[in-house]
C-alpha cells in the first residue's frame, strides 16, 4: 500500500512516498507529484521509520523515582504535575513557571495550537523558546520595518538571476526560512539562466562548493560588510527610485548612517578586500533581479539584529523587495500574519535578572539558567519543556543542567529520555511522526511557492497514546486558576472551543477563511480550500508563485517600509562607535568558533538512528592546515577545546574550507551525558558546542544567543 504524506522533520516539507504493509514501512520515496517538492527527500525522511519502531522511544509517561523512571498513568501523570504546579504558583506566583518550546513544536500543528492556552492557563509564565536561539532577528528586522513580526521576505530563489547568501548552508540544511525542497538544483538553475550565486561564510561549505563565488568572512564582521555594501550603493547612486522608494520611509536616515563605512573601513574587519565589496554591490544593484539572504550565521551572532535589518534595507533601496526574483511575502492558504501590528511587543517586561526585553511574548532562552539560579522573587521553579533539548540546544549548557537540579519542579513533553528530560519529575511521551496527522502551518508561510498540502496519520497510535495537543490540553485543563472575570472566561472558552474542534477542525476553519478559502468569496462557496478538499489532493495543491503584496500586507501605521527603525540606527550607532572589535592581538592564539550542519544531522535529536549516524565521526574540530601546523596537530589527533565557559575534547579535522583563525564544529551532539536514554546516540555521543558557549554572549539588540565568533583555545588533548 502507498502512503503520500509531507515530510515534517524540517522546513523543506517534502513530499514522501511511502510502502507500507498497514503495520510496518517497507519503503520512503519521495513523492514526484507534490508541487513544491517534485520527488526531492534526504537521508532524512527514511529515518522516520527508524524513530517509529525505535525501542528506546517513549510509549508512557514515566515518573522520576528514588528507583529510577517509573511508568505511571496518563491521568496520575497529570494529576500530580498539575497540583505541584498549582502548589509552586500558590507559594510563589506565576512568575516563578516557566516553559521551553523547542524546535520540533514548529513542526506540529497540534502543538502550535495548543501552547498558547497551556501557557494562558498557567497565568504570566516565562515563556522561552528556540527561536532566540535561532531567528529572533528576522522577526526584529519584521517587525520593526514591515510592522509584523511574521512578516519574514523569502528569497525568490526560482526566479532570481544574484543570490548573495550570508550565513547559511541550504546544500545541509535544506534551507531555512526559505522553503525550498530541492534547493541544490534550485540554486544550479540559477547559473543555467545565466545568473550567480555568492556566498559569504567563514567556512566553504557544500553550498559554497557550487556556487559561483565564495569568500571568507570573520565571524560576527557581517554588519560591516552589508552597511559597506549600503554605502556603495548610495555614494554611487545605485539605488532604486523606483515603485519602492514611494513605499519606504528613512531612506536618508539610512544613506546618512553608512556614510562613512566605506569598503576601505570593511574589509580589515571583515577580511574581504575592499574592492571585492565594492562589486559585489555593483553587481547586486546591477542584476535585473537580486535577493540577499542572510540566515542563521548571521542571526546567531553579535550584530543579529542589524544584519537582518541591514539585508532587508538592502533589498529594498536596490528595488529588489516585492517584485518577482527579490525578496517577496508569500500568500499562504492559512495566514501566519494578523491584522493586529506587533509593534509594541517588545520591552513590555523584561527578564529578572539581566533585564532582557521581552519579544512578542519571550524572553531570550540566554537568561533561562540563570533565571533558576539566582535567588530571590520570581526565580524559576517549575519548567515545563516540550520538544526540545536546551543542554545540548542553548549556551551554556553545562550550566543550564546544573539549574535543572534546582528546579521544584520539571516536566517534559517529548518521545526521549535525552541529555534534558533525564533532569525531569515527569516526561510526556506524545505519539509522533507518522502517527500524526501533518500541516504545516509556519512553513507554507516561508515558502518560495506557496503550495498547500495535508497528510493524514499513517499508523493508529497506541490504543492509550496521547497526542502533543492531548497531553497539552490535559494540563491546561488541570492548571488552570480558579479565577473569575472576563479574561478568564474568554480564555476558558477558547479553550474548550479549540479541544471541541481539534486541531484538524481549527485547520479546516482556517482554510476555509482564508484567501483561498471556500468561505472567503462567493465565487468559491462551491470549489474553495476546505480540509475536505485538501484531503481529496494527497500530494497537496499548488497556489502559484509568490506574487507582490505591497502595500496591503504591510502592518506599520504609516503603511511604510520603515528602511532605518529607530531600534536599529541607535544600536548602528553604538556599534560604529565601538569600532573594530575582536581583533586578535600579535600572541593571541585564540580562534573564533563557528557551528555547522550536516545533511544526515537534525539538531540535538535525530542521532539514535543508526543509518543516519553510522560512518565517519562527524563531530570533529575543523581547522586550517596553517593554523593545525602552526600549534602542531594532526589530522584526527584528539585536541581538548577550552572557552570561558567550559572545555570539550574531540579530534581535531585538518581542512582548507575554513578560514583560517576560525573553527568549526557541529552542535547537536554530547550524548555523553550519563543516564540518557538513546543506545545508538550513545555510542556516537561526541561532544556539545554549547558545553563552549558562553550564556552572556548575546546580540544586545535582540538577546539572540551570540554563538559565531565566540574565543576557544585548541590545544593537544591530555596535555594541562
Ligand atoms: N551552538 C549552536 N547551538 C544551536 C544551534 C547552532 O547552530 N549552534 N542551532 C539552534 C537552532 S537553529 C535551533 S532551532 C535549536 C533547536 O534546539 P531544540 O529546541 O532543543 O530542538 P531539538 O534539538 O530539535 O530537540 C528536539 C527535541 O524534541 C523531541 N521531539 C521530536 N519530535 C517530537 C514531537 O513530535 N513531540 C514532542 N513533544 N517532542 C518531539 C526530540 O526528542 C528532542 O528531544 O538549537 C539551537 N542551538
Ligand atoms: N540536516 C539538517 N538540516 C537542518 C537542521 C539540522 O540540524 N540538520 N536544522 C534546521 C534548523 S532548526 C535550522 S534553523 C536551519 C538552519 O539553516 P542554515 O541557516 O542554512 O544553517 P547552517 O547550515 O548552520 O548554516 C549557517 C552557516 O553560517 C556560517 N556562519 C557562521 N558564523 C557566521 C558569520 O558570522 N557570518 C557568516 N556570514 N556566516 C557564518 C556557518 O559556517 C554555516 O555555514 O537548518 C534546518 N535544517
Ligand atoms: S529535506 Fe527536510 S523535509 Fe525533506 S525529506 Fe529531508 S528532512 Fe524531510
Ligand atoms: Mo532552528
Redesign the pocket.
Same mark, same amino acid.
Given at each position: 500500500m502507498i502512503h503520500f504524506r509531507a515530510c515534517?522533520l524540517c522546513e523543506a516539507i517534502c513530499g514522501l512516498e511511502i510502502e507500507h504493509d498497514g503495520e510496518r514501512v517497507l519503503k520512503i520515496k519521495g513523492d514526484p507529484l507534490d508541487p513544491l517538492s517534485q520527488g526531492h527527500i534526504c537521508p532524512k525522511a527514511v529515518a522516520l521509520k527508524d524513530?517509529h519502531e525505535d525501542p528506546d522511544r517513549l510509549r508512557r509517561p514515566v515518573k522520576r523515582t528514588a528507583r529510577g523512571w517509573e511508568e505511571i498513568s496518563w491521568q496520575a501523570a497529570c494529576d500530580e504535575i498539575a497540583a505541584r504546579t498549582r502548589a509552586i504558583r500558590d507559594e510563589f506566583g506565576s512568575r516563578s513557571l516557566a516553559v521551553?518550546?523547542?524546535?520540533?513544536?514548529v513542526?506540529?500543528y497540534g *502543538?502550535i495550537l495548543f501552547q498558547r492556552p497551556f501557557v494562558q492557563a498557567l497565568g504570566r509564565p516565562q515563556v522561552f523558546? *528556540? !527561536?532566540s $536561539? #535561532?531567528?529572533l532577528p528576522h522577526h526584529y528586522a519584521a517587525s520593526f520595518m514591515l510592522g509584523h513580526s511574521m512578516l519574514i521576505p523569502i528569497p525568490d530563489v526560482d526566479r532570481t538571476n544574484f543570490v548573495l547568501m550570508l550565513g547559511a548552508n541550504p546544500l545541509a540544511s535544506n534551507g531555512?526560512i526559505m522553503t525550498a525542497p530541492g534547493i541544490r538544483k534550485r540554486l544550479k538553475a540559477i547559473k543555467k539562466r545565466g545568473g550567480r550565486v555568492i556566498v559569504i561564510d567563514p567556512r566553504r561549505t557544500e553550498t559554497a562548493g557550487i556556487a559561483e563565488e565564495h569568500h571568507f568572512i570573520r565571524p560576527g564582521t557581517d554588519v560591516w560588510l552589508l552597511s559597506a555594501l549600503l554605502n556603495v550603493v548610495f555614494e554611487e547612486n545605485l539605488g532604486d527610485s523606483g515603485r519602492l522608494a514611494g513605499l519606504s520611509v528613512n531612506r536618508d536616515a539610512l544613506e546618512k548612517l553608512v556614510v562613512d563605512v566605506t569598503p576601505e573601513l570593511a574589509a580589515p574587519r571583515t577580511g574581504i578586500k575592499a574592492e571585492t565589496i565594492r562589486g559585489l554591490a555593483r553587481d547586486f544593484a546591477a542584476s535585473d533581479t537580486a535577493v540577499c539572504y542572510g540566515r542563521?550565521g548571521v542571526s !546567531?551572532q553579535r550584530h543579529g539584529g542589524l544584519c537582518q535589518w541591514l539585508i532587508n534595507a538592502l533589498n529594498v533601496v536596490t528595488g529588489n523587495f516585492d517584485r518577482p526574483g527579490g525578496a517577496m511575502l508569500t500568500h499562504p492558504a492559512v495566514g501566519v500574519v494578523g491584522r493586529e501590528s506587533t509593534l509594541g511587543h517588545r520591552g513590555r517586561w523584561k527578564s529578572r535578572v539581566r533585564q532582557l526585553p521581552e519579544f512578542d511574548g519571550q524572553l531570550p532562552v540566554a537568561t533561562m539558567g540563570e533565571e533558576i539560579l539566582a535567588p530571590g522573587e520570581g526565580r524559576i521553579r517549575a519548567l515545563f !519543556?516540550? *520538544?526540545?533539548? +536546551?543542554v545540548?540546544?542553548?549556551?551554556n549548557g553545562r550550566r543550564l543542567e546544573v539549574a535543572l537540579q534546582r528546579l521544584d519542579l520539571m516536566v517534559?513533553? #517529548?518521545?526521549?529520555v535525552?541529555e534534558? !528530560?533525564r533532569h525531569a519529575d515527569f516526561i510526556? +511521551? +506524545? *505519539?509522533?511522526?507518522l502517527e $500524526?496527522d501533518h500541516y504545516d502551518l509556519v512553513f507554507h508561510a516561508f515558502a518560495v511557492r506557496n503550495t498547500t498540502k495535508f497528510s493524514p496519520a499513517l499508523f493508529a497510535p497506541a490504543p492509550d497514546a496521547l497526542y #502533543?495537543w492531548q $497531553?497539552l490540553d490535559e494540563l491546561t485543563r488541570r492548571v488552570r486558576r480558579k479565577k473569575r472575570g472576563l479574561a478568564e472566561i474568554r480564555a476558558r472558552t477558547a479553550a474548550a472551543l479549540f479541544r471541541w474542534l481539534t486541531p484538524s477542525g481549527i485547520l479546516d476553519l482556517g482554510l476555509k477563511i482564508g484567501p483561498y478559502g471556500a468561505w472567503g468569496s462567493p465565487a468559491r462557496w462551491f470549489n474553495g480550500l476546505t480540509l475536505a478538499r485538501l484531503k481529496r489532493s494527497p500530494h497537496g495543491e499548488d497556489l502559484g508563485p509568490l506574487e507582490p503584496k505591497l502595500p496591503g500586507s504591510l502592518r506599520t501605521p504609516d503603511n511604510k517600509i520603515d528602511v532605518a527603525p529607530e531600534i536599529f540606527r541607535t544600536r548602528f550607532k553604538e556599534v560604529l562607535a565601538e569600532g573594530a572589535t575582536g581583533d586578535r592581538g600579535p600572541d593571541d592564539r585564540s580562534f573564533e568558533l563557528i557551528?555547522?550542519?550536516h545533511l544526515r544531522s537534525?539538531?540535538?535529536?535525530?542521532h539514535n538512528s543508526l543509518r543516519l549516524i553510522k560512518g565517519p565521526n562527524r563531530c570533529t574540530i575543523l581547522m586550517h592546515p596553517n593554523d593545525a601546523d602552526r600549534l602542531h596537530l594532526a589530522d584526527a589527533q584528539p585536541v581538548r577545546v577550552t572557552s570561558g565557559v567550559g572545555e570539550v575534547e574531540l579530534p581535531l579535522e585538518r581542512s582548507e574550507d575554513v578560514m583560517p583563525g576560525v573553527v568549526s564544529?557541529p552542535?547537536?551532539f554530547g550524548h555523553n551525558r550519563p543516564g540518557t536514554r538513546m543506545t545508538i546516540a550513545e555510542k556516537h555521543a561526541g561532544v556539545s558546542?554549547?558545553d563552549l558557549?558562553d550564556d552572556q554572549a548575546i546580540d544586545p539588540l535582540t538577546g539572540n544567543?551570540a554563538?559565531s565568533g565566540q574565543r576557544v583555545t585548541v590545544a593537544p588533548a591530555g596535555i594541562a
Open positions: 515534517n524513530i521551553y518550546l523547542g524546535n520540533p513544536t513542526h506540529n *502543538a523558546s *528556540a !527561536t $536561539v #535561532d531567528q531555512s542563521i !546567531t !519543556t516540550n *520538544a526540545g533539548n +536546551p545540548l540546544s542553548t549556551p517534559s513533553i #517529548d518521545i526521549y535525552n534534558t !528530560t510526556l +511521551p +506524545p *505519539a509522533c511522526g $500524526v #502533543d $497531553v557551528g555547522r550542519r537534525n539538531n540535538s535529536w535525530m564544529m552542535h547537536g558546542i554549547n558557549t544567543a554563538f
